[in-house]
């Protein structure tokens, strides 16, 4: 999922100082699961912008209402329901929520709630860590399903660089090393010898570095 | 400074329950002093941090929860949960540049011990000492 999490209140209350009525919009997909922009979260962002409004001395209405997701035209078409009733949206979606919002609705002051921080996934509570950062050219079915781009601090395809001690990686000895997992479970997965294989030079275009990515699916346009 | 604070009391059934019990009268017969509202709820475990905050935006001065011992909660972790969400709220008052000391969690054995007093007395003097709410 993409996992993110809330800006600074000072950040966001700079954000609406000037509005009036404004809506707090959050998101029922990731952002729910990974308890940063849901409903439950919208609610406590809400009280806490007329406190923070409260205290400078502002007076603000501030709504809260929710989405099924921010990242569908559909749903977005779903604001009307609040029509004339804000004159500032605060998402609590990611940030694609957030273009989202601005691409289709010209006119409406859209502002970002949330920090949005990698792809990710919890498997303790309260915890999520990066996984995948879509680099658009996936290698992992040569690296034992660990992936070498998110989870190496230097996005190495060839094994560990030379920092790499005790199965800790140099930036911070509380991050693992992802190469030594790699190469712990190539072996327990009798798959050790393919790691020998020199990974070519990558083309990173595909990765975001060719500019913004698009993806179109003749199947599914009419 | 002439000030008594509004202070708001989120406490678990298992350690106000018999102040329910008490009108007036017998709460401050106990010394539970008067400026208190005592919301008795199933188990803290169920204290939403919206129902925190809205104290706030009531016009409370303080807010403070009372639930059971840590690892003796009635509900497991009820109190543990309470306490999480108590903390939550301090940090969110921080970064309001609000006194964090506004709001506090504690634990208190089950029952009307003298404990559940004392916090409320702690309580009334660190709010009394802050000065009415910024909000
Ligand atoms: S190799 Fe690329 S697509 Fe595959 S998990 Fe890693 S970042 Fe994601
Ligand atoms: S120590 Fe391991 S994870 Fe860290 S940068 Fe080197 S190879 Fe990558």
């Known amino acids: 999922m993409i996992v993110a999490e809330r800006k600074p209140l000072a950040e966001i209350i700079d954000m609406v100082k000037d509005h009036k009525k404004i809506l707090v919009l959050a998101c029922r997909g990731c952002v729910t699961v990974c308890s940063a922009g849901g409903e439950r979260e919208a609610d406590i962002l809400a009280s806490l912008i007329r406190l923070g409004l409260k205290k400078e001395g502002k007076q603000a209405e501030v709504a809260t209402g929710s989405l099924v997701r921010q990242c569908d035209k559909e749903y977005i078409d779903g604001i009307d329901q609040w029509k004339g009733q804000y004159d500032a949206i605060v998402s609590t979606a990611c940030g694609v929520g957030v273009n989202f919002i601005a691409n289709l609705r010209d006119g409406d002051h859209v502002y970002p709630a949330l920090n949005t921080t990698f792809f990710g996934g919890s498997a303790e509570q309260g915890v999520w860590r990066e996984q995948c950062a879509g680099c658009g050219n996936c290698v992992l079915h040569l690296t034992g399903g660990l992936c070498p781009v998110a989870r190496c601090a230097k996005s190495l395809f060839n094994g560990p660089c030379g920092g790499s001690v005790k199965g800790s990686c140099e930036i911070n000895s509380d991050v693992p090393c992802v190469w030594q997992n790699i190469y712990d479970r190539m072996g327990t997965l009798d798959r050790q010898k393919e790691l020998s294989v020199s990974q070519p030079i990558r083309d990173w275009s595909v990765g975001g570095h060719g500019g913004p990515r698009k993806q179109v699916r003749d199947d599914l346009t009419v | ?135």
């Open chain 2, 1 to 135: 400074m002439n000030f008594t604070p509004d202070i708001r009391l989120f406490s678990c059934h298992y350690t106000c329950q018999q102040t329910s019990a008490m009108d007036d009268n017998g709460l401050q017969h106990l010394d539970f002093p008067k400026n208190i509202s005592i919301n008795r709820v199933v188990c803290t475990g169920k204290i939403e941090i919206t129902t925190l905050l809205q104290a706030f935006e009531d016009g409370a001065d303080g807010v403070y929860v009372v639930g059971c011992p840590m690892n003796t909660c009635h509900n497991v972790k009820g109190s543990q949960r309470a306490a999480k969400r108590v903390e939550t709220v301090r940090s969110a008052l921080s970064e309001l540049a609000v006194e964090p000391d506004r709001i506090k969690m504690y634990h208190t054995p089950r029952g009307l011990h003298h404990e559940f007093i004392e916090a409320a007395h702690e309580m009334n003097d660190t709010i009394t000492e802050l000065g009415p709410t910024p909000f």
